[in-house]
């Protein structure tokens, strides 16, 4: 490639009186400066209708939900419950919370159940990505006061992380997940991770 | 799921007013709006800054989590631009190799993963970073992967030959990684679904003393 | 303009569209080569200007943030198809090799120069568009396209050269 004369650079960045450059020079920066121009006409569509068009389908109350751009993309499934990659000691009692009572989970959802073994504790929550880790969203039971603490709910196929909250102020990974990852800020801490099969 | 799709349907920033302190919001704001200038997903950087607003994480941290999460997005958008150009511009598959590199899956690996399998990757990222959490070499998990795919199991079944190594490396008697891929590659494509046991036995179990 | 939309006002939106949808479409042309291929890649980076445009703090850099989704939708598209696919379909044939520049009708110029910037790497000729065709300062290119000043000189330097060179064999 042959470069161009430095002087005809800074005329082109602004840089130097255009009209100061010699004569020989002068021909770049005009063919330049004319392909420039020539580059500039107008475009003679318009999308501005399409748009708006978009933007009033997308009302707020029915724009969208931006699906699975977070989850692991579903491909067909069948209805399963999850389950973890550890020993197999890692399901208690199915329980179906308040917050989806007796739900059957539909074509992309399953079955996410949790236990955590947290004898002494005044309340176990389940904390994570699938419920914007919103505390009080999802408790789990010890109905026989014997240190299990179970739950069950309804969740999108795909990839979640999620800690247990013990006593409203403990966060603790869930031994029973088989799978971590690092929370990303910088102390060490690891959420579970959780793969729910529809 | 009426919920999740009512939270998803706010705009980044009325999710996190309110949930993260409010000297991290304009940060957070701009590292959220660099990513949708990007055409990167956002929905991970969201959850990452509500991770921080609920555990207490102090600004500073939580932002460098966040900036983190983006980088690892950006990453993850050049691994799948060099494996699948095609498929560059689907969120999905940027946040599941975003998800892989967060679990310590080896670039080079997760590209290798992608390059021969259109479909989309979750499932054989997590079952190759299961395998390699469980210690099993990275070029002979994803060869069994790959021999897995060629034998017709896909998606979620992919787990399951990663369960079926790990139960392998369990038997009695121990055996070694090579010895446990072996015995998989063996039983391909009759992998075990994993199931959970039943829930009574683990109560049982549970209710010995542990 | 922006704070209109954000309090709920979607209308407003067509202002910003009418106002920056002209430069908009001419850098997408120019980088895309194909005015259908600009159209859709405008259309989609201005929904979802419009989806997030609430991480665009502050109003002065709407134009900067605006170039920069759709640049990132050039790319992505450059990324999914060759450049020298791309009809020229509007503009004229090429008029005969012996003409020199000056005799050229207008259109057959046009076409040359697009032709020639068809021919830059998809980095140069984002960042002789931004410069030379929408005017931006390097300050505002850095702002458009993540990358420092100083490269984004180089890279519209090189630019020059190339098209000068590939302008040179045109004609």
């Known amino acids: ?82 389950w973890t990659l550890a020993v197999a000691a890692a399901v208690a009692a199915v329980v179906f919370l308040p917050f989806r009572e007796s739900a059957i989970p539909g074509a992309e959802e399953g079955v996410a159940q949790f236990v955590g073994h947290f004898p002494g504790a005044r309340s176990v929550e389940v904390v994570g990505s699938f419920n914007d880790w919103q505390r009080g969203a999802l ?29 409203g102020e403990r966060w603790v990974a869930d031994p029973l997940a088989g799978r971590y990852v690092d929370d990303g800020f910088g102390a060490g801490q690891q959420n579970s991770l959780l793969i729910v099969r529809p | 799921m009426t919920l999740l799709l009512l939270l998803l349907l706010q705009s980044p920033h009325a999710r996190l007013e309110g949930r993260v302190p409010a000297a991290a919001l304009p940060p957070l704001d701009s590292l959220i709006g660099q990513a949708v200038a990007e055409s990167l997903p956002t929905e991970p950087l969201v959850q990452k800054a509500l991770e921080g607003g609920a555990k207490g994480i102090p600004v500073p941290r939580l932002v460098n989590g966040v900036r983190h999460g983006l980088v690892q997005l950006r990453d993850a958008r050049a691994i799948v631009s060099r494996a699948t150009p095609a498929r560059a511009s689907l969120d999905g598959d940027v946040a599941a190799v975003a998800a892989a590199l967060a679990r310590g899956l080896d670039p080079g690996l997760i590209e290798r993963l992608l390059s021969a399998d259109s479909e989309p ?55 070694t990684p090579t010895e446990a891929l072996a015995r998989v590659r063996a039983m391909l494509p009759n992998i075990p679904v994993a199931t959970p046991p039943h829930p009574r036995t683990v109560t049982r179990r549970a209710g010995r003393g542990s | 303009m922006v704070a209109q939309v954000l309090a709920g006002d979607g209308e407003a939106f067509g202002i910003i569209i009418r106002r920056y949808e002209p430069g908009l479409l001419r850098f997408a042309t120019r980088m895309l080569g194909s005015p259908d291929a600009a159209a859709d890649a405008v259309a989609e980076s201005l929904v979802r200007a419009y989806r997030h445009l609430a991480q665009c703090r502050d109003p002065q850099h709407l134009k900067s943030w605006l170039y920069r989704i759709t640049g990132n939708r050039c790319r992505s598209h450059i990324g999914r198809r060759h450049m020298s696919d791309v009809a020229l379909d509007d503009a004229p044939p090429l008029a005969d090799p012996v003409d ?47 990358a420092r000043i100083p490269t984004l000189k180089m890279r519209v330097h090189r630019a020059r050269e190339a098209l000068l060179l590939a302008l040179k064999e045109l004609v």
Do not use: C
């Open chain 1, 139 to 167: 408790a789990l039971r010890d109905e026989d006061h014997d240190g299990i603490w179970h739950g069950a709910v309804v969740l999108p196929a795909g990839q979640h992380e999620y800690m247990f909250v013990v006593d």
């Open chain 2, 121 to 175: 990757p979750g499932p054989v990222l997590h079952a190759a970073a299961d395998l390699v959490a469980h210690r099993f070499p990275a070029d002979s998990a994803a060869d069994l992967l790959r021999t897995a795919q060629q034998q017709g199991l896909h998606g979620t079944r992919l787990l399951d030959v990663a369960v079926a190594a790990s139960h392998e490396l369990q038997r009695e008697g121990g055996r």
């Open chain 3, 100 to 146: 020199t520049w000056a005799v050229l009708e207008r259109g057959e110029q046009v076409a040359l120069v697009e032709r020639a910037l068809a021919a830059l790497q998809p980095e140069k000729r984002e960042a002789f568009v931004l410069k030379h065709v929408e005017g931006l300062s390097y300050e505002e290119m850095a702002d458009v396209t993540g």
């Open chain 1, 1 to 82: 490639m042959t470069a161009i004369d430095p002087r005809v650079q800074e005329a082109l960045d602004g840089e130097r009186d255009p009209t100061t450059l010699p004569a020989e020079l002068r021909e770049a920066y005009a063919r330049l400066t004319a392909a420039a121009t020539l580059l500039r006409d107008p475009p003679a569509t318009s999308v501005a209708d399409r748009v708006m068009a978009q933007i009033r389908r997308e009302a707020p109350a029915t724009r969208p939900p931006r699906r699975s751009n977070w989850l692991l993309r579903p491909v067909t499934f069948r209805l399963r419950p999850v």
